[in-house]
Protein backbone atom coordinates (compact mmCIF):
# COMPACT_ATOMS: atom_id res chain seq x y z
CA UNK A 1 0.00 0.00 0.00
CA UNK A 2 1.10 3.18 -0.69
CA UNK A 3 2.02 5.51 2.26
CA UNK A 4 1.89 9.15 2.24
CA UNK A 5 4.94 11.10 3.62
CA UNK A 6 4.47 12.43 7.15
CA UNK A 7 7.08 15.56 6.90
CA UNK A 8 4.32 17.89 6.40
CA UNK A 9 3.04 17.58 9.40
CA UNK A 10 3.55 19.90 12.44
CA UNK A 11 3.82 19.05 16.47
CA UNK A 12 3.87 20.86 19.10
CA UNK A 13 7.41 19.34 19.67
CA UNK A 14 8.82 17.20 23.03
CA UNK A 15 9.23 19.56 25.88
CA UNK A 16 9.81 19.20 29.02
CA UNK A 17 6.06 19.54 31.29
CA UNK A 18 5.42 18.95 35.02
CA UNK A 19 3.67 15.66 35.28
CA UNK A 20 -0.17 15.28 34.78
CA UNK A 21 -2.28 15.24 38.08
CA UNK A 22 -3.30 11.52 38.87
CA UNK A 23 -6.66 11.96 38.82
CA UNK A 24 -6.87 13.62 34.83
CA UNK A 25 -8.52 12.32 32.27
CA UNK A 26 -6.31 11.28 29.39
CA UNK A 27 -8.60 11.61 25.89
CA UNK A 28 -7.15 10.93 22.20
CA UNK A 29 -8.99 13.15 19.96
CA UNK A 30 -8.94 12.15 15.73
CA UNK A 31 -9.41 14.72 13.60
CA UNK A 32 -10.41 14.34 9.94
CA UNK A 33 -13.69 16.15 9.08
CA UNK A 34 -11.82 17.96 6.02
CA UNK A 35 -8.27 18.53 4.74
CA UNK A 36 -6.66 18.15 8.01
CA UNK A 37 -5.56 15.27 9.53
CA UNK A 38 -4.93 15.21 13.27
CA UNK A 39 -4.55 13.23 16.43
CA UNK A 40 -3.45 15.10 20.12
CA UNK A 41 -3.87 13.42 23.63
CA UNK A 42 -5.01 15.67 26.13
CA UNK A 43 -5.30 15.76 30.10
CA UNK A 44 -8.35 17.28 32.06
CA UNK A 45 -7.48 17.65 36.06
CA UNK A 46 -10.20 17.27 38.39
CA UNK A 47 -11.01 20.74 38.12
CA UNK A 48 -11.64 20.89 34.30
CA UNK A 49 -8.39 22.19 33.38
CA UNK A 50 -6.97 21.29 30.74
CA UNK A 51 -3.16 20.40 29.17
CA UNK A 52 -2.42 19.55 25.96
CA UNK A 53 0.02 16.41 25.91
CA UNK A 54 0.47 16.12 21.87
CA UNK A 55 -0.83 18.05 19.07
CA UNK A 56 0.08 16.45 15.80
CA UNK A 57 -1.59 17.58 12.00
CA UNK A 58 -0.87 17.19 8.71
CA UNK A 59 -1.87 19.32 6.56
CA UNK A 60 -3.53 18.38 2.97
CA UNK A 61 -2.84 21.86 1.57
CA UNK A 62 -0.50 20.76 -1.16
CA UNK A 63 -2.76 17.94 -2.61
CA UNK A 64 -5.87 20.53 -2.90
CA UNK A 65 -4.11 23.56 -3.70
CA UNK A 66 -4.11 23.22 -7.72
CA UNK A 67 -7.91 22.28 -7.96
CA UNK A 68 -8.70 25.35 -6.00
CA UNK A 69 -10.49 23.45 -3.37
CA UNK A 70 -10.91 20.38 -1.19
CA UNK A 71 -11.29 17.35 -3.14
CA UNK A 72 -13.39 15.15 -1.31
CA UNK A 73 -12.61 11.83 -2.46
CA UNK A 74 -9.02 13.06 -2.57
CA UNK A 75 -8.78 14.10 1.07
CA UNK A 76 -10.35 10.89 2.71
CA UNK A 77 -7.72 9.03 0.96
CA UNK A 78 -5.44 11.33 2.43
CA UNK A 79 -6.34 10.86 5.95
CA UNK A 80 -6.28 6.40 5.62
CA UNK A 81 -2.99 6.81 4.03
CA UNK A 82 -1.72 8.71 7.02
CA UNK A 83 -3.61 8.66 10.13
CA UNK A 84 -2.08 5.41 11.74
CA UNK A 85 1.50 7.36 11.89
CA UNK A 86 -0.83 10.89 12.84
CA UNK A 87 -2.24 8.92 15.65
CA UNK A 88 1.13 7.17 16.28
CA UNK A 89 3.24 10.60 16.79
CA UNK A 90 0.79 11.73 19.12
CA UNK A 91 0.69 8.79 21.35
CA UNK A 92 4.98 9.06 21.36
CA UNK A 93 5.05 12.54 21.88
CA UNK A 94 2.74 12.30 24.81
CA UNK A 95 4.59 9.53 26.33
CA UNK A 96 1.83 7.40 26.90
CA UNK A 97 0.40 3.75 26.14
CA UNK A 98 -2.86 2.98 25.15
CA UNK A 99 -3.62 1.83 28.00
CA UNK A 100 -3.10 5.23 29.50
CA UNK A 101 -5.98 6.38 27.85
CA UNK A 102 -9.32 7.17 29.64
CA UNK A 103 -11.10 7.62 25.85
CA UNK A 104 -10.73 7.55 22.49
CA UNK A 105 -12.51 10.34 20.89
CA UNK A 106 -13.31 10.97 17.00
CA UNK A 107 -14.60 14.31 15.07
CA UNK A 108 -18.27 12.52 13.68
CA UNK A 109 -19.70 15.39 11.74
CA UNK A 110 -20.34 17.47 10.19
CA UNK A 111 -17.79 17.42 7.67
CA UNK A 112 -16.89 15.03 4.65
CA UNK A 113 -18.29 11.51 5.04
CA UNK A 114 -15.03 9.91 3.33
CA UNK A 115 -12.76 11.94 6.02
CA UNK A 116 -15.05 11.10 8.33
CA UNK A 117 -15.55 7.41 7.98
CA UNK A 118 -11.96 7.11 8.36
CA UNK A 119 -11.37 9.12 11.75
CA UNK A 120 -14.46 7.34 13.40
CA UNK A 121 -13.69 3.54 12.60
CA UNK A 122 -9.60 4.23 13.71
CA UNK A 123 -11.10 6.01 16.70
CA UNK A 124 -13.57 3.32 17.36
CA UNK A 125 -10.97 0.23 16.64
CA UNK A 126 -8.43 1.87 18.95
CA UNK A 127 -11.30 2.18 22.11
CA UNK A 128 -12.43 -1.63 20.97
CA UNK A 129 -9.06 -2.86 20.78
CA UNK A 130 -7.34 -0.77 24.22
CA UNK A 131 -10.91 -1.62 26.31
CA UNK A 132 -12.20 2.13 26.25
CA UNK A 133 -15.09 4.27 25.86
CA UNK A 134 -15.53 5.96 22.48
CA UNK A 135 -16.69 9.23 21.94
CA UNK A 136 -18.35 10.42 18.45
CA UNK A 137 -17.56 14.60 19.07
CA UNK A 138 -19.40 16.98 16.70
CA UNK A 139 -17.09 18.71 15.35
CA UNK A 140 -18.42 22.70 16.15
CA UNK A 141 -18.82 21.40 19.20
CA UNK A 142 -15.30 21.13 19.78
CA UNK A 143 -14.48 24.78 17.89
CA UNK A 144 -17.20 25.65 20.51
CA UNK A 145 -15.30 24.87 23.45
CA UNK A 146 -11.83 25.27 23.14
CA UNK A 147 -11.47 28.39 25.43
CA UNK A 148 -11.74 26.25 28.01
CA UNK A 149 -8.92 24.65 27.23
CA UNK A 150 -6.85 27.55 26.23
CA UNK A 151 -8.01 29.78 28.16
CA UNK A 152 -10.19 28.19 31.19
CA UNK A 153 -13.31 29.64 30.70
CA UNK A 154 -16.39 28.22 31.61
CA UNK A 155 -19.77 28.99 30.26
CA UNK A 156 -22.24 30.62 29.08
CA UNK A 157 -20.33 32.76 26.58
CA UNK A 158 -20.74 34.05 22.90
CA UNK A 159 -19.16 32.22 20.24
CA UNK A 160 -18.25 33.47 16.67
CA UNK A 161 -16.91 30.89 14.59
CA UNK A 162 -15.80 31.58 11.13
CA UNK A 163 -14.19 29.28 9.17
CA UNK A 164 -14.27 27.78 5.32
CA UNK A 165 -17.18 25.87 5.86
CA UNK A 166 -18.99 28.06 8.73
CA UNK A 167 -20.20 31.32 9.77
CA UNK A 168 -22.44 30.89 12.83
CA UNK A 169 -23.34 32.67 16.42
CA UNK A 170 -23.63 30.79 19.53
CA UNK A 171 -24.50 30.94 22.69
CA UNK A 172 -22.93 28.55 24.35
CA UNK A 173 -24.56 27.34 27.09
CA UNK A 174 -23.42 24.77 28.46
CA UNK A 175 -21.56 21.10 27.11
CA UNK A 176 -23.76 19.78 24.96
CA UNK A 177 -25.97 22.89 25.08
CA UNK A 178 -26.24 25.53 22.19
CA UNK A 179 -27.89 27.83 21.36
CA UNK A 180 -27.98 29.41 17.44
CA UNK A 181 -28.14 32.59 17.26
CA UNK A 182 -27.16 33.26 13.99
CA UNK A 183 -26.08 31.39 10.45
CA UNK A 184 -25.25 31.81 7.20
CA UNK A 185 -27.49 32.21 4.55
CA UNK A 186 -25.42 31.06 2.03
CA UNK A 187 -21.64 31.44 1.71
CA UNK A 188 -19.23 30.62 4.85
CA UNK A 189 -17.44 33.72 5.47
CA UNK A 190 -13.93 32.06 4.76
CA UNK A 191 -15.78 30.78 1.03
CA UNK A 192 -16.45 34.39 0.66
CA UNK A 193 -12.74 35.49 0.87
CA UNK A 194 -11.44 32.39 -0.96
CA UNK A 195 -13.91 33.01 -3.66
CA UNK A 196 -12.85 36.33 -3.81
CA UNK A 197 -9.41 35.62 -3.89
CA UNK A 198 -10.18 33.43 -7.23
CA UNK A 199 -12.22 36.02 -8.74
CA UNK A 200 -9.25 38.10 -8.62
CA UNK A 201 -6.48 35.86 -9.46
CA UNK A 202 -5.00 35.04 -6.43
CA UNK A 203 -4.03 32.11 -5.34
CA UNK A 204 -5.07 29.80 -2.69
CA UNK A 205 -5.27 30.11 0.48
CA UNK A 206 -7.30 32.86 -0.21
CA UNK A 207 -8.04 34.33 2.83
CA UNK A 208 -4.42 35.41 3.99
CA UNK A 209 -3.85 36.43 0.25
CA UNK A 210 -6.73 38.71 0.13
CA UNK A 211 -5.39 40.27 3.59
CA UNK A 212 -1.89 40.91 2.40
CA UNK A 213 -3.53 42.80 -0.26
CA UNK A 214 -5.57 44.80 1.22
CA UNK A 215 -2.93 46.11 3.70
CA UNK A 216 -1.93 47.92 0.38
CA UNK A 217 -5.01 49.28 -0.76
CA UNK A 218 -7.57 51.66 -0.02
CA UNK A 219 -10.61 50.59 1.73
CA UNK A 220 -13.09 53.67 0.40
CA UNK A 221 -12.19 53.44 -3.39
CA UNK A 222 -15.12 51.07 -3.96
CA UNK A 223 -18.67 51.20 -2.78
CA UNK A 224 -19.17 47.32 -1.38
CA UNK A 225 -22.80 46.43 -0.32
CA UNK A 226 -22.73 45.39 3.83
CA UNK A 227 -25.34 42.47 3.49
CA UNK A 228 -27.59 42.23 6.87
CA UNK A 229 -26.49 45.05 8.21
CA UNK A 230 -29.44 46.45 10.49
CA UNK A 231 -31.41 43.06 10.35
CA UNK A 232 -33.19 42.72 14.08
CA UNK A 233 -31.81 38.32 13.59
CA UNK A 234 -27.81 38.25 13.51
CA UNK A 235 -27.72 36.35 10.52
CA UNK A 236 -24.85 36.38 7.73
CA UNK A 237 -24.90 36.76 3.91
CA UNK A 238 -21.84 36.86 1.94
CA UNK A 239 -22.82 35.31 -1.79
CA UNK A 240 -24.25 39.40 -2.81
CA UNK A 241 -20.80 40.85 -1.71
CA UNK A 242 -18.94 38.35 -3.79
CA UNK A 243 -20.84 39.39 -6.84
CA UNK A 244 -20.33 43.17 -6.24
CA UNK A 245 -16.67 42.64 -6.05
CA UNK A 246 -17.48 40.56 -9.32
CA UNK A 247 -19.11 43.85 -11.06
CA UNK A 248 -16.30 45.72 -9.37
CA UNK A 249 -13.80 44.15 -10.92
CA UNK A 250 -15.11 43.60 -14.13
CA UNK A 251 -16.08 47.42 -14.26
CA UNK A 252 -12.26 48.56 -13.63
CA UNK A 253 -10.83 45.56 -15.79
CA UNK A 254 -8.29 45.03 -16.74
CA UNK A 255 -7.07 45.14 -13.24
CA UNK A 256 -3.50 46.08 -12.06
CA UNK A 257 -1.99 45.63 -8.76
CA UNK A 258 -3.45 48.66 -7.15
CA UNK A 259 -6.26 47.72 -8.33
CA UNK A 260 -7.08 44.77 -6.79
CA UNK A 261 -5.20 45.79 -3.90
CA UNK A 262 -8.46 48.39 -3.60
CA UNK A 263 -10.73 45.80 -4.14
CA UNK A 264 -9.15 43.30 -1.27
CA UNK A 265 -8.99 46.44 1.26
CA UNK A 266 -12.76 47.05 0.11
CA UNK A 267 -14.15 43.69 0.73
CA UNK A 268 -12.36 43.46 3.88
CA UNK A 269 -14.15 46.58 5.30
CA UNK A 270 -17.23 45.64 3.73
CA UNK A 271 -16.91 42.19 5.67
CA UNK A 272 -15.71 43.55 8.97
CA UNK A 273 -18.55 45.93 9.29
CA UNK A 274 -21.33 43.38 8.41
CA UNK A 275 -19.70 41.05 11.52
CA UNK A 276 -18.99 43.68 13.67
CA UNK A 277 -22.79 44.87 13.50
CA UNK A 278 -23.76 41.11 13.61
CA UNK A 279 -22.26 40.43 16.47
CA UNK A 280 -23.22 43.70 18.18
CA UNK A 281 -26.95 42.21 17.32
CA UNK A 282 -25.81 39.26 19.34
CA UNK A 283 -24.16 40.80 22.05
CA UNK A 284 -27.69 42.56 22.69
CA UNK A 285 -29.94 39.55 22.40
CA UNK A 286 -27.42 37.67 25.57
CA UNK A 287 -26.98 40.78 27.41
CA UNK A 288 -29.33 39.52 30.03
CA UNK A 289 -27.56 35.80 30.13
CA UNK A 290 -24.38 37.41 30.43
CA UNK A 291 -24.13 39.77 33.11
CA UNK A 292 -21.49 42.32 32.93
CA UNK A 293 -17.45 41.32 34.42
CA UNK A 294 -14.67 39.47 33.52
CA UNK A 295 -16.64 36.59 32.20
CA UNK A 296 -18.70 38.20 30.15
CA UNK A 297 -16.68 36.65 26.37
CA UNK A 298 -16.82 36.68 23.04
CA UNK A 299 -14.79 33.65 22.08
CA UNK A 300 -13.82 33.57 18.40
CA UNK A 301 -12.46 30.50 16.21
CA UNK A 302 -11.70 29.28 12.87
CA UNK A 303 -9.42 30.38 10.19
CA UNK A 304 -11.10 33.68 9.46
CA UNK A 305 -10.37 34.60 12.74
CA UNK A 306 -6.85 35.04 11.38
CA UNK A 307 -7.68 38.57 10.01
CA UNK A 308 -6.21 41.23 11.84
CA UNK A 309 -8.75 43.77 10.41
CA UNK A 310 -11.42 41.47 11.44
CA UNK A 311 -9.90 40.90 14.94
CA UNK A 312 -9.08 44.48 15.84
CA UNK A 313 -12.88 45.62 14.84
CA UNK A 314 -14.00 43.09 16.77
CA UNK A 315 -11.33 43.91 19.88
CA UNK A 316 -12.91 47.42 19.89
CA UNK A 317 -16.40 46.56 19.48
CA UNK A 318 -15.68 43.89 22.59
CA UNK A 319 -14.33 47.04 24.47
CA UNK A 320 -17.16 49.50 24.04
CA UNK A 321 -19.89 46.62 24.75
CA UNK A 322 -18.16 44.95 28.44
CA UNK A 323 -17.34 41.81 26.76
CA UNK A 324 -13.50 40.04 27.14
CA UNK A 325 -12.63 38.66 23.58
CA UNK A 326 -11.02 35.65 23.66
CA UNK A 327 -9.21 33.79 20.43
CA UNK A 328 -7.12 30.90 20.77
CA UNK A 329 -3.56 30.79 19.02
CA UNK A 330 -4.64 30.18 15.86
CA UNK A 331 -3.47 26.64 15.78
CA UNK A 332 -5.97 25.81 17.74
CA UNK A 333 -8.74 27.59 16.02
CA UNK A 334 -8.10 26.13 13.00
CA UNK A 335 -8.96 22.35 12.56
CA UNK A 336 -6.69 20.00 15.05
CA UNK A 337 -7.13 16.86 17.21
CA UNK A 338 -6.84 18.97 20.69
CA UNK A 339 -10.35 20.45 20.42
CA UNK A 340 -11.57 17.05 19.15
CA UNK A 341 -9.61 15.68 22.87
CA UNK A 342 -11.13 18.05 24.43
CA UNK A 343 -14.54 18.50 23.64
CA UNK A 344 -14.03 14.29 24.56
CA UNK A 345 -12.69 14.89 27.53
CA UNK A 346 -15.80 17.56 28.69
CA UNK A 347 -18.07 15.34 27.59
CA UNK A 348 -16.49 12.31 29.79
CA UNK A 349 -16.56 14.32 32.84
CA UNK A 350 -19.82 14.04 32.28
CA UNK A 351 -20.26 10.48 31.88
CA UNK A 352 -20.91 10.93 28.49
CA UNK A 353 -19.93 8.20 26.31
CA UNK A 354 -21.31 6.80 22.38
CA UNK A 355 -21.44 3.74 21.64
CA UNK A 356 -19.52 1.92 18.51
CA UNK A 357 -22.45 1.79 16.71
CA UNK A 358 -22.24 6.20 16.95
CA UNK A 359 -23.03 7.05 13.10
CA UNK A 360 -20.61 9.85 10.69
CA UNK A 361 -23.25 12.90 10.29
CA UNK A 362 -22.41 15.05 7.27
CA UNK A 363 -24.95 17.59 8.85
CA UNK A 364 -25.19 17.72 12.56
CA UNK A 365 -26.41 20.94 13.76
CA UNK A 366 -25.09 22.24 17.18
CA UNK A 367 -28.90 23.56 18.07
CA UNK A 368 -31.04 20.90 16.24
CA UNK A 369 -33.93 23.14 17.34
CA UNK A 370 -33.10 26.75 15.71
CA UNK A 371 -35.42 27.81 13.12
CA UNK A 372 -33.84 28.41 9.85
CA UNK A 373 -32.60 31.56 8.56
CA UNK A 374 -35.03 33.05 6.13
CA UNK A 375 -33.78 32.97 2.76
CA UNK A 376 -31.18 30.12 3.88
CA UNK A 377 -29.52 27.46 1.80
CA UNK A 378 -28.47 24.37 2.29
CA UNK A 379 -25.70 25.52 4.66
CA UNK A 380 -27.83 27.27 7.46
O1 LIG B 1 -10.91 26.88 10.12
P1 LIG B 1 -10.16 26.73 8.85
O2 LIG B 1 -8.68 26.59 8.89
O3 LIG B 1 -10.65 25.49 8.03
C1 LIG B 1 -11.97 25.14 7.85
O4 LIG B 1 -12.69 25.84 7.11
O5 LIG B 1 -12.36 24.13 8.44
O6 LIG B 1 -10.54 27.98 7.95
C2 LIG B 1 -10.02 28.14 6.66
C3 LIG B 1 -10.59 29.44 6.10
C4 LIG B 1 -10.23 29.60 4.64
O7 LIG B 1 -11.39 29.97 3.94
C5 LIG B 1 -9.19 30.70 4.66
O8 LIG B 1 -9.16 31.47 3.48
C6 LIG B 1 -9.64 31.54 5.85
O9 LIG B 1 -10.05 30.56 6.80
N1 LIG B 1 -8.56 32.35 6.38
C7 LIG B 1 -8.57 33.70 6.38
C8 LIG B 1 -7.31 34.11 6.91
N2 LIG B 1 -6.61 32.98 7.24
C9 LIG B 1 -7.40 31.92 6.90
N3 LIG B 1 -9.49 34.58 5.97
C10 LIG B 1 -9.19 35.89 6.09
N4 LIG B 1 -8.02 36.37 6.58
C11 LIG B 1 -7.06 35.51 7.01
N5 LIG B 1 -5.91 35.98 7.50
ZN1 LIG C 1 -13.36 23.47 11.71
Not at 115 to 129: E, P, T
Not at 362 to 375: C, F, K, Q, V, Y
Request: charged content about 20%; hydrophobic content about 45%.
Amino acid sequence: MRRATVDPMTTTGPSPRPAVPKDSLLVLGIETSCDETAASVVARDALGRGRILSNVVRSQFDMHKIYGGVVPEIAARAHGDCLDHIISAAMAEAGIAYSDLDAVAAASGPGLIGGLIVGAVSGKALALAAGKPFLAINHLEAHALTAGLTDGIKPPYLMLLVSGGHTQLLLVEGVGRYRRLGTTIDDALGEAFDKTAKLLGLPMPGGPNVETQARAGDSKRFKLPRPMLGRPEPHFSFAGLKTAVRHAAKAAAPLDPQDVADLCASFEAAVTDTVCDRVAVAMGLVSDVLPPGPQRALVVAGGVAANTALRTALQTLCAARGFVLLAPPLGLCTDNGAMIAWAGAERLALGLTDGLNAPVRPRWPLDPAASPAIGAGVKA
